[in-house]
């Protein structure tokens, strides 16, 4: 009896030791680490970046952004409408196109050339701003008049009128104040009433579509001219009413002096 107990303890233990190797040497199991509640840095929870057509990212919120920057397009300004190319012709233009186009450089270059002076000579800070500002926008209608001329078979005067000569050349002999003085009277709201004047009707009665159409968008600009070329002589001599230009009105209204 004791005997067979031995012999059935024997084979219990043999059996719980092979099992107890077999467990050792199989793969334990897998467990998975619990979830944090903070990403990783470039992650986000439930809101995943994916690039978008335009080379910026979008997120489930639908902002977008390049350049980095959160709820912009990155759209920039729209560039400013470029202008029509004249339409070419080998016929010359009617003779009032002619003369407008002849009249429109010959006040450019007299408004350039007489601005180049003040740079040189003018006393006041005012002036010599003002005198670039002509420099620049007449400079720039020039090269567009250039180009319709070209179009429209048309050779350009390449300098002032003859009378508009005569008066550069007494400009240039004056000097500080005095020449202050003397550029505004010839290149003041006077001249620029004149342009003004001259692009009018140009815009209206030129018969070639792409010279009126120049005429009209240049004029813009030359009304601008005029008032900064007013405020400039209202500064210069407007209390002085010896001193005045015949179009420079009075400081002060009219009405109230004595």
Request: aromatic share 4%; proline share 8%.
């Amino acid at each position: 009896m004791l005997l067979h107990r031995l012999r059935t303890t024997a084979t219990f233990l043999a059996a719980a030791g092979l099992g107890l190797s077999a467990w050792a040497q199989s793969t334990p199991p897998v467990i998975a680490p619990p979830s944090s509640a903070v990403s990783s840095p470039g992650t986000s929870s439930g809101e995943d970046s994916a690039p978008n057509a335009t080379g910026g990212s979008a997120t489930s919120s639908g902002k977008t952004g390049t350049n980095g920057a959160t709820g912009t397009t990155g759209t920039p300004p729209a560039p400013a409408s470029a202008q029509r190319a004249p339409t070419p012709t080998d016929s010359k233009p009617a003779h009032a196109d002619a003369s407008f186009m002849n009249d429109a450089a010959h006040a450019g270059h007299f408004e350039v050339e007489g601005a180049k002076l003040a740079l040189q000579k003018a006393h006041s800070d005012a002036v010599k701003s003002f005198a670039q500002r002509m420099i620049d926008d007449h400079t720039a209608a020039a090269q567009q008049l250039e180009t319709l001329s070209a179009a429209k078979n048309h050779k350009l005067p390449d300098g002032p009128s003859l009378l508009q000569k005569g008066k550069l050349k007494l400009l240039s002999t004056h000097d500080g104040a005095k020449f202050d003085q003397s550029y505004i009277d010839s290149l003041g709201p006077k001249a620029h009433r004149e342009t003004i004047e001259l692009f009018e009707k140009g815009a209206t009665k030129a018969h070639d579509p792409d010279v009126k159409a120049w005429a009209e968008r240049t004029l813009p600009t030359l009304r601008e001219h005029l008032t900064l070329a007013e405020q400039l002589d209202r500064s210069a001599n407007g209390a002085d009413p010896k001193h005045a230009t015949r179009d420079a009105p009075l400081h002060g209204d009219p009405a109230k002096k004595k």
